[in-house]
């Protein structure tokens, strides 16, 4: 079993950065997959990014490439979207999610844990 806890939203201006964590109490943090996805009023669950177990896979939405970082701490039990010049359009709620069966977390399909999300608001 796996948990995972958001945190780290809230509202930044346009052009501005947030860090999102996503810490897991489960001991087989290190064997999970993870991906980032993110939800907006009245709009369906999308892929943002996803990373590796092992960290040696990174995968990003186009929408994201070159302005977000995924990264994780398996010693921490902890993954991270770093989010840098950040769009009113990012604005949504943002979940983690977790794998032991797929090598990145790209679609809603392949998760098999979720975190209740934390908002993220970008202001023009």
């Known amino acids: 079993q796996v948990t995972l806890v958001e945190s780290g939203g809230g509202l930044v201006q346009a052009g501005g950065s947030l860090r999102l964590s996503c810490k897991s109490s489960?001991?087989?943090?290190?064997?999970?997959?993870v991906g980032w996805f993110r939800q907006a009023p009245g709009k369906d669950r999308e892929f943002v990014a996803s990373?590796?177990?092992?960290?040696?896979?990174?995968y990003y939405a186009n929408s994201v490439k070159g302005r977000f970082t995924v990264s994780r701490d398996n010693a921490k039990n902890t993954a991270y979207l770093q989010m840098n010049s950040l769009k009113p359009e990012d604005t949504g709620v943002y979940f983690c999610?977790?794998?032991?069966?797929?090598?990145?977390?790209?679609?809603?399909?392949?998760?098999?844990?979720w975190g209740q999300g934390t908002q993220v608001t970008v202001s023009s």
């Open positions: 990373v590796s177990w092992d960290v040696d896979s990174t």
């Open positions: 999610a977790a794998s032991n069966t797929v090598v990145v977390v790209s679609t809603v399909r392949e998760a098999d844990y």
């Open positions: 489960g001991r087989t943090f290190s064997e999970y997959a």
